[in-house]
């Protein structure tokens, strides 16, 4: 999806900009703001900035489903995406997009684009709802994501979780399932471009088992629909863990508790 000029001042638009080429790629470059754990920029917002190269390729507004593998860890610095387009239909669209550094993938992507605007005849059927949480102004700002060191993602993303997470205190016998609200801190409003990198945002649910160190191999995101404002509920769980692999589940609803983005990433535990 192509972008407001007005949204440049927000963080992630910013850092997630790509300039086509006379040739048809583009450029971009990742910025050291979104961190995790292991160093790297958050696979989420690597696979963002991909996607906002194939949004501008495509006739189709928003990505309805994405489809990415982690070839590599991705680092600060420049990058190349090249996007191919496969099939334009009338209500879908199909492309792919390979972001590049060094000359070497760091991820490739396969998404098809639709349309998202809202249609009241539209059928629907919900059998699970949103987390049932406190207000965020109710849930603590926790201080150890309140700006850490070494995790910026932590600086562009506001949490708020109900309880204090028990991981937090060296505990290894949780369930690997939370339940959160999530925002951008600067103020930004999710959109359907945006939840496809959200999806990846979440604490990894393992570090109530006690695993700290996670990689993501394959992620696959559905894009439900178009956000409302405010704060977005989450959901994240993994219920199986062998082989040194682990799946990890993730909802995201807004604030009518509409579900907008649903999420199975398979990861490396390292």
């Known amino acids: 999806m192509s972008l407001d000029p007005s949204a440049a001042e927000f963080e992630y638009d910013r850092d997630t900009r790509v300039d086509k080429r006379d040739d048809g790629a583009f450029t971009a470059t990742l910025t050291d703001g979104w961190t ?42 420049p990058a190349d995406i090249r996007t191919r387009t496969i099939r334009e239909g009338r209500r879908t669209a199909t492309g792919e997009s390979v972001l590049e550094q060094g000359g070497k993938e760091i991820v490739r992507a396969t998404a098809t684009y639709g349309d998202l605007a809202p249609d009241p005849a ?23 994501f309140d700006r850490p060191e070494g995790v910026s993602i932590a600086h562009r ?38 939840l496809a990198a959200m999806v990846d945002f ?15 191999v394959e992620l696959t995101v559905h894009v439900r629909a178009r956000p409302a404002p405010g704060w977005l509920a989450c959901r994240v769980y993994t219920k199986h863990v ?26 490396m535990l390292v």
Not at 46 to 73: C, E, H, I, K
Not at 161 to 189: I, V, Y
Not at 202 to 216: D, M, N, Y
């Open 36 to 77: 995790t754990f292991t160093t790297h920029p958050n696979g989420g917002y690597v696979l963002g900035t991909a996607l906002n190269a194939l949004g501008q390729t495509l006739s189709q507004p928003d990505p309805l489903v994405a489809s990415a593998f982690f070839l590599r860890p991705a680092a600060p610095g």
């Open 122 to 144: 539209a059928r629907v059927l919900a059998l699970e709802g949103p987390p049932r949480l406190p207000a965020p102004e109710d849930c603590p700002v926790l201080p150890e």
């Open 157 to 194: 993303v506001d949490y708020r979780f109900p309880d204090r997470p028990r991981w937090l205190d060296g505990h290894k016998d949780g369930r690997p399932h939370n339940e959160f609200w999530m925002r951008f801190a600067d103020g930004r409003q999710a959109d359907t471009g945006s």
């Open 202 to 216: 979440a604490i990894p649910a393992v570090l109530e088992i006690g695993e700290f160190s996670t990689i993501t």
């Open 242 to 267: 062998a082989g040194g692999l682990h799946e990890e589940d993730m909802e995201i609803w807004d604030s009518s508790g509409t579900l907008v983005a649903q999420a199975r990433q398979l990861a």
